[in-house]
């Protein structure tokens, strides 16, 4: 699948195929969480990831903002996105303040009642028509319900007028996507929006993965064990990074 070419999220990042790395914010204190993410950051940064998300897996939002405060201030430059896991509203007004060029939210269609899908649809509109920020949109994304009782392309239709950029995934974090599930997103959203791999890739199925979407979002691989509780790994996103960086030259 060629490149989605004319995009605002793609045009963010200088390479092509963009790796972000996850921030998860674990820490035993705020102060702690905010260090380490800080020290993530550069790792990431320094063996050539293309930008990262900052989110509340482990941590809360307020770290988030503090993290993204700290980023604004020291590493103006990076390529930073927001997900507050629980509240969209949150994240955008995140993004806003501290200048993250895109949001990431884990599902746009799908996940709700058919009768509470316009008030969301509403209110998403407006917090879209209000920023600058770039939206990736998950659907059928891992841990989201499935209530709208719509088939996969009705839904996908209506996140493609949602959203900048879909995210798929496989059934949990650090999971394989899948191949199969790859195929079917990209040839739904053929080419309109940009297709970003969240979950599961590793340097083994990088090349394959990243040749039928235009990129990905890396956390567990990146730790110690590939298990997202751990630290970061240095020589794994070294790695990882050098299977993009060839995968980039094959394509």
């Known amino acids: 699948m060629a490149m989605q070419k004319n995009s605002r999220f793609l045009s963010l990042f200088s390479a092509s195929k963009p790796i972000l790395g996850m921030l998860h914010l674990k820490g035993d204190t705020p102060e702690e969480t905010v260090e380490r993410a800080m020290r993530e950051l550069d790792t990431l940064l320094e063996n050539g990831v293309d930008g990262v998300i900052v989110e509340d897996y482990y941590g809360t939002a307020d770290e988030v903002e503090q993290v993204l405060a700290r980023i604004a201030a020291e590493r103006p430059q990076a390529v930073r996105g927001v997900n507050v896991l629980h509240d969209l509203d949150r994240a955008f007004a995140l993004a806003g303040a501290y200048g993250a060029q895109f949001i990431q939210w884990d599902s746009v269609a799908g996940h709700l009642k058919p009768e509470d899908e316009p008030a969301f649809a509403e209110h998403l509109a407006a917090l879209r028509a209000d920023s600058s920020a770039c939206l ?44 199969e599930k790859i195929q079917a997103f990209g040839r739904l959203i053929a080419g309109r929006v940009p297709l970003i791999v969240g979950a599961g890739l ?4 990088a090349a394959e993965q990243l040749a039928l979407a235009d990129g990905a979002i890396v956390g567990s691989y990146f730790k110690e064990d590939h298990n997202a509780e751990n630290e970061l790994c240095p020589a794994h996103v070294a790695d990882f990074m050098a299977a993009v960086r060839q995968a980039r030259n094959i394509q």
Request: proline share 4%.
């Open 202 to 205: 590793t340097a083994v199925t």
């Open 136 to 179: 990736l949109g998950g659907v059928r994304f891992k841990y989201q319900p499935y209530l709208s009782g719509r088939p996969l392309e009705e839904d996908m239709e209506l996140a493609l007028d949602r959203c900048d950029g879909i995210v798929v995934t496989g059934a949990g974090t650090g999971l394989d996507t899948g191949l």
